[in-house]
């Protein structure tokens, strides 16, 4: 009932950036809460970043100050541009989408998407 496809990842040196992008689709009206978590191997699964969609935000301590989340409501996109990346950054990073209200009335809580890898490496 919602889809999500991740994007952007892939291998980038330590100090480097990347952008990655997540879009849901589906009969979708709005959704409340989009945010993404990542997992790194032997790891559980930790969040990122979440953000509103009145735009507040909420990061990780291992985030806050390298990377930025952002949102496009018309298009149900978040976005997760992470700068300054470490070694320690990478992981399969998941998009998370929560409340997210269809067309019919329901609610979905808790869509994830299949997962983009990011690896930091030289």
């Known amino acids: 009932q919602v889809q999500l496809v991740e994007s952007g990842g892939g291998l980038v040196q330590p100090g480097g950036s990347l952008r990655l992008s997540c879009s849901a689709s589906g009969s979708i009206v709005s959704i409340s809460t989009m945010g993404w978590y990542r997992q790194a191997p032997g790891k559980q699964r930790e969040l990122v970043a979440t953000i509103r969609s009145n735009g507040s935000t909420n990061y990780a301590g291992s985030a806050k100050g390298r ?56």
């Open 67 to 122: 990377f930025t989340i952002s949102r496009d409501n018309a298009k149900n996109t978040v976005y997760l541009q992470m700068n300054s990346l470490k070694p320690e950054d990478t992981a399969v990073y998941y998009c998370n989408a929560d409340g997210a209200r269809l067309l019919s009335g329901s609610y979905i809580f808790g869509a994830w998407g299949q997962g983009t890898q990011v690896t930091v490496s030289s």
